[in-house]
C-alpha cells in the first residue's frame, strides 16, 4: 500500500514538473519581451527626433541646394575693363593773342593756356609752341569752342555802311600737323556769319569728333582773325582732346 502511494506521489509530481518549467518560461520570456521594450525606447526616442529635427532642417537644405543650383545654371559675369593705365587727356584755356602775320594759304594758330585755372594736361598729354602732342597712338575725341566779339558790321559794299577790313565771316579750324605729311590736315571745320547789324555781337563756334591719331601727330586750333577772338573767360574760348 505504501509503495503504491508513493508511486503516485512520484507520477503526479513528473507530470507537474513539464508544466512548471513551461510557466516559467512563458514568464522568462515576458520578462525578456519587457527588458526589449524598456531598452528600445531611448532608441525610438532618439530616432524620432532625429527624424524631427531633420524635417525642420529640410526646407534650409532645399534653398540651399536650390541656391547651388541656380548660382550654377547662371552664366558668369563677364570681366570689368580695367585700363591698365589712364588714359591721356588735355583741355586747354585761351590766353590773350598777340597779333601774328599770316601765313600762306593757313590761318593764324592761336596760343593756350595748359596749366593754370580749369586747364591741365595728364597722363603724357604735351602741350607745346601751340601744338597739343598726342603720346599714344588711338582713338581720340577732339574738341573746340572759340567765341568771337566784334563791333557793327554790315555785309556788302562800303557804300552800304560795311566796315573797311572787317570780314563778312569767321573760321575755325583744328589742324594735324604729322611729320609724314608736308602739309597740315585739316580735322575739322566751322564758319558762321557775322553780317550784325547790333553793336558788341559774340558769336561761338563749337567743333567735336572723334579721329584716329598716331603718336606724336600734334593738334592747333587756327582762326580767320585772331583780334575778335573772346579771351576774357575760360569758359568761353577752350581747345581740348581726350583718349576714348
Known sequence: MTEELGLGF??????????????QASRNKTCLALICCLLSLPILAGLSTFLMLDQLRAPGKDCALRAITEQ??????????????????????ILKQAPVPHVKNQFPALHWEHE????????????TNKFLV????????????????????????????????RP???????????????????????????????NNWFQPLYLGAMFS??????????????????????????FGAFLL
Do not use: W
Not at 575693363?81 to 587727356?89: G, L, Q, V
Not at 591741365?120 to 604735351?126: E, G, H, L
Not at 581720340?140 to 555802311?161: L, N
Open 10 to 23: 512520484e507520477e503526479a509530481a513528473r507530470v507537474e514538473m513539464p508544466e512548471a518549467r513551461a510557466r
Open 72 to 93: 550654377m545654371s547662371e552664366p558668369s559675369a563677364q570681366p570689368v575693363y580695367t585700363p591698365s593705365r589712364a588714359k591721356p587727356r588735355a583741355h586747354l584755356t
Open 116 to 127: 593754370l585755372g580749369l586747364a591741365f594736361t595728364k597722363n603724357r598729354m604735351n602741350y
Open 134 to 165: 598726342i603720346p599714344e597712338s588711338g582713338d581720340y575725341f577732339i574738341y573746340s569752342q572759340i567765341t568771337f566779339r566784334g563791333v557793327t558790321s554790315r555785309c556788302g559794299d562800303t557804300s552800304q555802311g560795311k566796315l573797311p577790313n
Open 168 to 198: 563778312d565771316s569767321i573760321v575755325v579750324v583744328i589742324t594735324k600737323v604729322t611729320d609724314d605729311y608736308p602739309e597740315p590736315a585739316h580735322l575739322l571745320t566751322g564758319t558762321k556769319t557775322v553780317c550784325e547789324i547790333s
Open 213 to 238: 591719331l598716331e603718336e606724336g601727330d600734334r593738334l592747333m586750333v587756327n582762326v580767320s582773325d585772331v583780334s575778335l577772338v573772346d579771351y576774357t573767360k575760360e569758359d568761353k574760348t577752350f
